[in-house]
């Protein structure tokens, strides 16, 4: 089979997971943000709400602060602080931002393993 096979089975097992845990209406920009959190997170560098208003490339501010209540709301991110600096709020995957990133983790070898 070739690659473009198994990362097509890779989207439509994705678009699966995707209905199971994350909330009906999360749009791509959500979506992207939330990516963007989580990967900050695993790297031991956490996006402090400031740092995630700059990602232009993601959307303009206003849209940013917006998609940030509704992974909240969601469940999907926190913010904590760090330290003693109580003025910086940073943000944080949850359990259930964590969960399905675990199992979209797992339908990696699922893609390239089926025929």
Same mark, same amino acid.
């Given at each position: &089979?070739?690659?473009t096979?198994? *990362?097509?089975? $890779?989207?439509? %097992?994705?678009?699966a +997971?995707? +209905?199971? /845990?994350?909330?009906?209406?999360?749009?791509?920009? @959500?979506?992207?943000l %939330?990516?963007?959190?989580a990967?900050?997170?695993?790297?031991?560098?956490?996006? #402090?709400?400031?740092?995630? &208003? @700059? %990602?232009?490339? +993601?959307?303009?501010?206003a #849209?940013?602060h917006r998609?940030?209540?509704?992974?909240?709301?969601?469940?999907?991110v926190?913010?904590? $602080?760090?330290?003693?600096?109580r003025?910086?709020? *940073?943000?944080?995957?949850?359990h259930?931002?964590?969960? *399905? /990133?675990?199992? +979209?983790? @797992?339908?990696?070898?699922?893609?390239?393993? @089926?025929?």
């Amino acid at each position: &089979m070739s690659n473009t096979n198994a *990362y097509l089975r $890779f989207l439509n %097992l994705l678009r699966a +997971v995707e +209905v199971s /845990f994350l909330p009906p209406g999360l749009d791509p920009t @959500a979506k992207c943000l %939330l990516e963007r959190i989580a990967c900050q997170h695993d790297q031991g560098q956490p996006l #402090t709400i400031t740092e995630a &208003m @700059a %990602l232009h490339e +993601v959307a303009s501010p206003a #849209t940013i602060h917006r998609k940030i209540d509704d992974l909240r709301t969601a469940g999907l991110v926190d913010t904590e $602080f760090q330290g003693d600096n109580r003025r910086t709020k *940073y943000l944080i995957p949850t359990h259930k931002a964590r969960k *399905y /990133f675990d199992k +979209v983790n @797992a339908l990696l070898p699922n893609a390239l393993s @089926a025929r």
